[in-house]
């Protein structure tokens, strides 16, 4: 299994552009997340989804969008890139529900100059 | 809103020194307690949880963590570290009735000298 992987692993952005940072997971987990992590911040939910075709809003969703058409891909799009988005994302997948165990991939950091 | 506090944002050690992390937060309700940690160029992986039963968990690497409901509190701690322990280690908090949402805190980033 490869478990949770993100591309790309690092990307800089112009102010204004947008992007999709992609998540697969091989191990048929129904929930999925989207994290952000700025210096001292700890992690942030930005998205979530129970299952496919489901998606719902974290605690910081502005700027951001989720799809969900298959259980094993949830990307994160970014419209409009600011530089407030200059973080590390990590996406993460959990086999039933949220207290199950989440599994994190190795991360995307993201610069918007 | 509930929040997940962590005590020290950096801690330094010599190797055989006792750790223990602090971690509080702030939700009347039942909760679902996590300790995550990163090693450098690793995931996030998990540590050790707690949900019910025993207050005092036992996790992967000799990490312990007691969960004190009064105090809202849950702890990291191992008697005796290792370089290998060298990391950041994150508490996460999850009301049993929330969905989808597992709080973190901010981290503490622990270095073990030799």
């Known amino acids: 299994n490869a478990g949770v992987t993100q591309t790309p692993k690092f990307r800089i952005l112009k102010i204004g552009q947008s992007m999709t940072l992609q998540c697969t997971q091989d191990?048929?987990?129904?929930?999925m997340y989207w994290y952000r992590q700025d210096p001292g911040m700890g992690l942030k939910l930005i998205y979530y989804?129970?299952?496919?075709?489901?998606?719902d809003k974290g605690e910081v969703p502005n700027g951001y969008n989720v799809s969900r058409s298959t259980t094993e891909d949830f990307p994160l799009r970014l419209e409009l890139a600011a530089p407030s988005q200059t973080s590390v994302y990590f996406c993460?997948?959990?086999?039933?529900?949220?207290?199950?165990?989440?599994?994190f991939g190795p991360g995307t950091r993201l610069t918007v100059l | 809103a509930q929040s997940v506090s962590q005590h020290n944002h950096h801690v330094i050690l010599s190797e055989a020194a006792s750790l223990e992390l602090g971690c509080n937060y702030s939700?009347?309700?039942?909760?679902?307690l996590f300790w995550y940690v990163q090693y450098p160029g690793q995931h996030l992986q998990l540590l050790l949880k707690?949900?019910?039963?025993?207050?005092l968990v036992k996790g992967i690497k000799g990490f312990e963590a007691e969960f004190i409901k009064s105090k809202f509190s849950f702890n990291l701690r191992k008697p005796s570290v290792q370089w290998s322990d060298t990391a950041e280690y994150f508490c996460?908090?999850?009301?049993?009735?929330?969905?989808?949402?597992?709080?973190f805190g901010a981290g503490t980033q622990v270095v073990v000298t030799p």
């Open positions: 993460a997948s959990s086999y039933e529900s949220a207290v199950d165990t989440q599994y």
């Open positions: 191990m048929n987990h129904n929930y």
């Open positions: 989804s129970v299952g496919a075709g489901i998606t």
């Open positions: 939700y009347g309700g039942t909760v679902n």
């Open positions: 707690y949900f019910s039963g025993d207050p």
């Open positions: 996460a908090v999850i009301p049993t009735d929330s969905w989808g949402k597992l709080q």
